[in-house]
């Protein structure tokens, strides 16, 4: 499965090395250029600049972890084309966007999750403790 990692900030980058981790091996980066990733991270990936061309190397889901106010920029197209999506909360800024979100979701067929964890969550926290 071809996975497309939008946006490589500090949360995109964890993305990255957790799939690589994982062993996947087809990953297709957006990037915008703005983020402080170091070139010979991505060394072995293929990277894009623009979503139509991300679209070109048909990816079968997208993680999405761009700054939030971006996240419907990319989200809709790729849900357009039938990508799977995992979006990093929230899923936008404004509710501006999210209907068409969800029709372009329904148009594709895809599935969409949102990312939320409970890292400092007092009850997980208490569970840290008894490891």
Not at 104 to 117: I, L
């Amino acid at each position: 499965m071809k996975i497309l990692i939008v946006g490589l900030g500090s949360v995109g980058r964890r993305h990255l090395r957790n799939l690589v981790a994982l062993g996947q091996t087809d990953l297709l980066l957006l990037r915008s250029g703005k983020s402080t990733l170091p070139d010979d991270e991505l060394k072995g990936f293929q990277a894009v600049t623009s979503i139509d061309a991300a679209l070109q190397g048909k990816p079968e889901a997208a993680v999405i972890a761009t700054p939030t106010a971006l996240h419907l920029r990319t989200a809709i197209p790729l849900a357009r084309a039938g990508c799977h999506l995992l979006l990093e909360k929230p899923v936008s800024h404004s509710m501006e966007g999210v209907a068409e979100l969800q029709e372009a979701v329904r148009e594709g067929g895809g599935k969409v999750m949102v990312a939320f964890q409970y890292r400092h969550h007092p009850g997980l926290q208490a569970v840290r403790r008894w490891l």
